[in-house]
């Protein structure tokens, strides 16, 4: 019996609503788009929506719009997918790598305060793994410092935390729709703003900075010249894609509850093994993106290939950004992402994952751990950082 790390759930019905767009003359971003844009919106509470065919484009455009670059340095969690790092840098900007925390590996709000410097423009902090890092906090340091705050909530479309939702305390709030996120159409993105002008200038962006897009070019029966007024990308996502995420919009908290237990069910055996996992937040909803575990590093690859070998699939999300080699010249301070990316993997969590099948992972995460004996010491001194 094989577990993969991910399974979609597009079906038939989702096949229908391409097919459904197929037959129409228009594939690329239009009516479709604005009404899951529309979807998005209401979602989280009528801020302004930008869908885009990735996180990372929409990114480049925010800032890109808020003008950082050359001469700026952003704030970025050491423990993060490399993406959230590169767009700055892209831009031209620095990046300074900065520690979590120990329990949650969420960005310290303490540390993005030491590492403020007068070349600070903004804080890029991760909803990483599906839960939402102290916005109340980071929006302090934001204002006392005059920065811009911008949310990379690629993993946490449906978190809250202390009934603060994504886009609600910051300048932008950045999606993912990539194939294994909880929302997912192959590749997606979107941006989520209360900023007005923000969202204006990300929209003129994601289509070459031109001020009307295809669907408007033809709107009125005879073709319309567009102008373009700064310069901009192609970014938008189209129709053919967008019509995915509809349906998963609606039921994504029904289906959230399927990761809770799955989550649930990890904690409890987990707990009994002595292995350590992202502890959760009491104040707030956990998108349960992922469900990573940390081991000894010096056991850690061999866990993953054990589990491989048995055909569970697992990944490590993620290394720490300092281990890179794109980061080789910084110096880095953050020894908290260092521990756990040097030790941590990522096991099965979706909906559909047979609690049978969840077991099996389990099963074959005891046996496999079992094999390194004392190699798991520091492990299980480690433990209890997590309740069920
Ligand atoms: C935390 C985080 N940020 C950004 C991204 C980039 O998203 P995309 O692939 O849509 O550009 C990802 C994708 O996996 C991610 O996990």
Redesign the pocket.
Known sequence: MTVPFYRHQLDESHAARMAQVLSTPHLTYGSVARRVEAQISNFFGSANVALTN???AVAFAVFQSLGIGPGDEVIVPAM??V??ANIPLLCGATVKLVDVDPATLLLNPEKVSEAISPKTRAILC?HLYGQMCDMLALRRIADSHNLFLIE?A??AFEATRQNIIPAMLSDAAIF?F?ATKNINCG?G?AVVTRNNALYETVCCFRQHGMSAGAADRFKNKYYQHWDVEGPGMKGSLPDILATLLEPQIDTCLARLEERDVLARRYRARLSELGIRFAQPLPDGRHAQHLFPIHVPAKVRDQVVAGLNEAGIGCTVNYRALQDLSLFKEQSVDAPIAKEWGDGTLSLPLYPGLAHADQDRVMDVLTAVTADYGEDMKPALQAAGAGGT
Do not use: I, K, L, N
């Open positions: 990735s996180w990372s993060t997918f993406a959230s991760v990379d690629a993993h993912s990539y590749e993105g």
